[in-house]
């Protein structure tokens, strides 16, 4: 299995612009969730995804975020307009949902770094 | 939020010796894992322990839980160089499936 594939791996963009971080989940898994880790605050949960339905969204800093899975196979998460403050590394994961006791698999992460 | 706590933030021992990681965390939890992350990578899953256990092992790895003090140690015997990362505790509550993280541990094992 080739993992979580997440892109870009690495971006650089100027203040205002519109970012859009991909993710390809695990097939088979019907959870997906985003995180965000900075040495300030580790690492925070974005969203959650079940079954391509938003669960979870009380992680989404504000509304400048948005995150869509209008599948099984593909999320986005967006920031429009970007801002220094969300230079952090994003991680896509997915499980396979069975209650408690899930193990959650993780992308190698989107390095974004707004400038 | 943090839900858990590792402590210490770093550890730097030799090669061969046991490093000895903990965490702590405020509410009741469903299960608790632990999580490695190389320097650039993403996070890797190491072992989970359910709340209805105290010892769980995985080759080196002896993980620990104590659910009356809300805590539980990671650890690695006979430690090697490449064991060098951060490790992070995790925990699910309540009927969800998503973790939360603690900030983690650095470890540094010189050869």
């Known amino acids: 299995d080739a993992g979580v594939i997440q892109s870009p791996r690495h971006e650089v963009t100027e203040m205002g612009q519109e970012v859009t971080l991909r993710c390809k989940p695990i097939s088979g898994h019907n959870s997906l969730f985003w995180y965000r880790q900075t040495m300030m605050r580790g690492l925070e949960l974005l969203i959650y995804?079940?079954?391509?339905?938003?669960?979870?969204d009380s992680g989404m800093p504000e509304d400048r975020f948005s995150a869509k899975m209008p599948n099984a196979s593909f999320s986005t998460l967006k920031i429009q307009p970007s801002e220094p403050r969300d230079s952090a590394v994003y991680f896509c994961?997915?499980?396979?949902?069975?209650?408690?006791?899930?193990?959650?698999?993780f992308g190698e992460g989107s390095w974004l770094t707004v400038v | 939020s943090q839900q858990g706590e590792e402590d210490p933030q770093a550890l730097s021992i030799q090669e061969g010796e046991n490093a000895t990681m903990n965490c702590s965390y405020k509410?009741?939890?469903?299960?608790l894992q632990w999580y490695r992350q190389n320097s650039g990578r993403g996070l890797v899953h190491l072992i989970l322990?359910?709340?209805?256990?105290r010892e769980k092992h995985s080759g080196r790895l002896r993980v620990t839980l104590d659910t009356s003090k809300k805590s539980s140690s990671l650890l690695i015997t006979a430690s090697r160089a490449a064991d060098t990362a951060s490790y992070f505790c995790?925990?699910?509550?309540?009927?969800?499936?998503?973790?939360?993280f603690g900030k983690g541990t650095m470890l540094l094992v010189s050869p």
């Open positions: 995790a925990t699910t509550t309540g009927g969800y499936s998503t973790l939360t």
């Open positions: 994961a997915s499980s396979i949902s069975r209650g408690s006791g899930n193990t959650i698999y």
């Open positions: 322990i359910r709340s209805n256990e």
């Open positions: 509410t009741s939890i469903n299960n």
């Open positions: 995804f079940n079954n391509n339905v938003p669960i979870d």
